[in-house]
């Protein structure tokens, strides 16, 4: 009985201090009134802002897809590995550009690991690159390969595109594909399934278009300015080039589609 009556006494006094503070800023001058009402209120304001905050913080579901199995490059580059720099970063993959590494079609994709270092020398020798500029590459069977270094998950800065490196990933096919040429069905369901993992994680639709700034006036448009363009492209939709061949070109619309049926879109 004595504790619950000591705690009636505890809140009759904090109402008798409330109400007592109500009064005390009904005598204020107007604005040491409002200065004081203001204090209050950025209390309130303060509590609600961590809760908006706290809620931004958490990702939201978005229209994802799984990530799809890739090969890890140690697997086909062993110990062909040259000396190379760090690998450079960006904040997030906004688009996807489709290649073809203009290279035979009558491969076995058992030998797949030896082209793919063919295409390694190729690009870190005759053309003096830090690493190969593909951030994945696809043979016919519908293998995934990793392609540069510096992590799958990551959005590692890529040498794929002249004036969009940026914010993208390139996914080369392992081939020549101009046209005539048939296009496995193989190899452009991997395609579409590694566009729609990397778009994934900015909940870019690709079907879509996306606003990328070209980084140089090596491509088609001016250094700084913004592009648009579509979030599946093709190489030559940022660079003067046939790249990635006709026949692929042509198959990008359904790849595109297969991307967003694979990240849950109508």
């Not at 590692?156 to 020549?176: E, M, P, S, W």
């Not at 690709?206 to 448009?221: E, H, K």
């Amino acid at each position: 009985m004595s504790v619950s009556g000591g705690r009636g006494t505890r809140g009759r006094g904090a109402a008798r201090a409330r109400g007592a503070a109500l009064v005390l800023l009904a005598c204020l001058p107007g604005l040491a009134a409002v200065a004081a009402l203001g204090l209050c209120a950025a209390g309130v304001e303060h509590a609600v802002d961590r809760t908006r905050t706290t809620a931004a913080a958490r990702p939201a579901a978005g229209h994802r897809a799984p990530r799809p199995p890739v090969v890890p490059r140690s697997a086909w580059l062993g110990d062909a590995a040259r000396k190379q720099p760090p690998p450079r970063y960006d904040d997030s993959v906004h688009a996807v550009f489709v290649h073809h590494t203009d290279t035979p079609n009558d491969y076995d994709c058992a030998d797949t690991p030896a082209v793919l270092r063919g295409v390694y020398q190729g690009q870190t020798g005759a053309r003096d690159w830090d690493d190969i500029g593909y951030n994945f590459v696809v043979d016919r069977c519908g293998t995934i390969y990793e392609g540069r270094a510096g992590g799958i998950d990551r959005a590692v800065t890529g040498a794929h595109t002249q004036g969009f490196n940026h914010r993208t990933a390139g996914i080369a096919a392992l081939g020549t594909f101009t046209a005539g040429v048939p296009v496995p069905k193989a190899l452009t369901d991997a395609i579409a399934a590694v566009a729609a993992w990397k778009l994934g994680t900015t909940d870019t639709d690709p079907r879509g278009r996306v606003r990328l700034v070209s980084s140089n006036g090596l491509s088609r448009f001016a250094a700084g300015a913004t592009a648009t363009l579509p979030a599946l492209a093709g190489h030559g939709d940022g660079y003067q080039t046939d790249c990635p061949g006709a026949a692929l070109s042509a198959r990008l619309p359904h790849i595109r589609e297969v991307a967003a049926r694979l990240q849950g879109r109508p």
